[in-house]
Nanobody
Framework: QVRLEESGGGSVPTGGSQKLSCAVS????????LAWFRQSPGKAREGLVA????????AIADAGHGRFRASHDSVNSVFYLEGHGLQPEDTAIYYC?????????????????????WGQGTQVTVSS
């Protein structure tokens, strides 16, 4: 069983930065495929970055390239997402997710259906 809890959301001015955290509680303590997603009102959930806790980032969406960076603190089991140069279109609920195993690969890494465990999300609002 994996439990995820995001934190760090809030209001950010245009051009600002924000760092989100996801506390990962994993009974198995095993290597995991984690990811950050976001969802804006009226839009589908969008994958930003996928991260293998054993090797590092494995996929990043065009929307996140150059502005979003994921990292993982293996000692404290915290998964991070840093965003820079944020724009109003980055306003969304941000979710972290964990896959059930490491079979997720390639084009499936940023698809919501590839992930079994989800946090409750944290709202990020970028004001213009």
């Amino acid at each position: 069983q994996v439990r995820l809890e995001e934190s760090g959301g809030g209001s950010v001015p245009t051009g600002g930065s924000q760092k989100l955290s996801c506390a990962v509680s994993d009974d198995t303590k095993s290597r995991r495929m984690l990811a950050w997603f976001r969802q804006s009102p009226g839009k589908a959930r969008e994958g930003l970055v996928a991260f293998d806790t054993g090797s590092g980032p494995v996929a990043i969406a065009d929307a996140g390239h150059g502005r979003f960076r994921a990292s993982h603190d293996s000692v404290n089991s915290v998964f991070y997402l840093e965003g820079h140069g944020l724009q109003p279109e980055d306003t969304a609920i941000y979710y972290c997710a964990a896959a059930a195993d490491l079979s997720v690969w390639g084009p499936y890494l940023l698809l919501p259906r590839s992930y079994t465990y989800w946090g409750q999300g944290t709202q990020v609002t970028v004001s213009s």
